[in-house]
């Protein structure tokens, strides 16, 4: 069974840089990623939408990181990315990515299980 797996989180300072990498593991045979969006929960917060890539690649993004995010997707490595520059203390949050991709040509849906980032003033 695909799972995806998220790495890249951290604490950085306020104006840094992170890359965020959503990796499917597990058999990934006759596989593609379709469309993909990740989300963030800050603490005592409802989970948001931040940036969503479209199985014919539009991007969209939320007004708060428009700019300063770049979500991405690499079939042959089977990874989504999140470049966030210019970060903010209120991009502190737990970054989910929720992923739809088909494998042995079946859709399924799956949820990374979250990546702590916490951005210093």
């Known amino acids: 069974q695909v799972q995806f797996v998220e790495s890249g989180g951290g604490l950085v300072q306020a104006g840094g840089s992170l890359r965020l990498s959503c990796a499917a593991s597990?058999?990934?045979?006759?596989?593609?990623?379709?469309?993909a969006d990740w989300y963030r929960q800050a603490p005592g917060k409802q989970r948001e939408l931040v940036a969503s890539?479209?199985?014919?690649?539009?991007?969209n993004y939320a007004d708060s990181v428009r700019g300063r995010f770049t979500i991405s997707r690499d079939n042959a490595k089977k990874t989504v990315y999140l470049q966030m520059n210019s970060l903010k203390p209120e991009d502190t949050a737990v970054y989910y990515c929720?992923?739809?991709?088909?494998?042995?040509?079946?859709?399924?849906?799956?949820w990374g299980q979250g990546t702590q980032v916490t951005v210093s003033s």
């Open positions: 929720n992923v739809e991709f088909t494998e042995s040509g079946l859709d399924f849906d799956s």
């Open positions: 890539i479209s199985s014919g690649g539009r991007l």
């Open positions: 597990g058999s990934t045979f006759s596989f593609s990623i379709n469309a």
